[in-house]
């Protein structure tokens, strides 16, 4: 009864192509996330959506596109692929609000070639 | 802005000796601070937060806001212990900022 999934969970693809990663959680959680964990294992934040809203945008390329078509699910679109981008990326989500516990998805770890 | 450093990327100890891994802050606010850990080929989980002064697995840790650190400490590490464990400070917006993490390995 998987709480928080993403797929895929390998991604190889060459420079220049667009991609996409899929998370869903069936928590009933309204914050979701998005964090890219470097080849250092240095995870950041990249984005957060409440309720389909989006509240967090740090400084990420606008080739990266989140997308939150209802509040269990947040998509993650790339577009022109760079060999930089090349990491794992994490889903995660909690309940509105601070100090809750985030959930984080099994990860998606993207190669570009 | 909010800054987390975990002074050491690998730590290693033997099994039943007592461990401390590192974490300081900084951040002008009241901290909200975490560990999490994920251990090989699984995903990132909470270990313990600080406001519920829990212990997990043997794990406790406490806010020092003097010293601005939330060191991580067992007395007794056990070989499942070994992963990679990450600091982490929850600021607006429930946004976390991690630190480097440490891998700590605990060995036979």
């Known amino acids: 009864d998987t709480a928080v999934s993403q797929t895929p969970k390998y991604l190889v693809t060459q420079m220049g192509n667009d991609k996409s990663i899929k998370c869903e959680q069936n928590?009933?959680?309204?914050?979701m996330y998005w964090y890219k964990q470097d080849s250092k294992k240095f995870l950041k934040i990249m984005f957060s959506y409440n309720n389909k809203e989006l509240i967090i945008n740090e400084t990420v390329p606008n080739r990266f596109s989140p997308k939150s078509p209802d509040k269990a699910h947040l998509n993650l679109h790339i577009n022109s692929l760079e060999l930089g981008d090349s990491a794992v990326y994490f889903c995660?989500?909690?309940?509105?609000?601070?100090?809750?516990?985030?959930?984080f998805g099994p990860g998606t770890r993207l190669t570009v070639t | 802005a909010q800054r987390v450093t975990q002074p050491e990327k690998l730590l290693s100890v033997f099994k039943g000796a007592p461990v401390e891994l590192k974490c300081n802050y900084s951040y002008s606010g009241s901290p909200e601070l975490f560990w999490y850990v994920q251990y090989s080929r699984q995903r990132l989980q909470l270990l313990l937060r600080?406001?519920s002064r829990e212990s997990i697995k043997g794990f406790t840790a406490d806010l020092n806001k003097g010293e601005t650190s939330f060191h991580l400490k067992k007395p007794f590490a056990q070989e499942e212990d070994s992963a990679m464990y990450y600091c982490a400070l929850q600021t607006s917006g429930s946004r976390l900022t991690f630190g480097e993490g440490t891998q700590l390995t605990v060995n036979p």
């Open positions: 600080h406001i």
């Open positions: 995660a989500s909690s309940r509105a609000g601070d100090s809750y516990e985030q959930y």
């Open positions: 928590l009933g959680h309204d914050t």
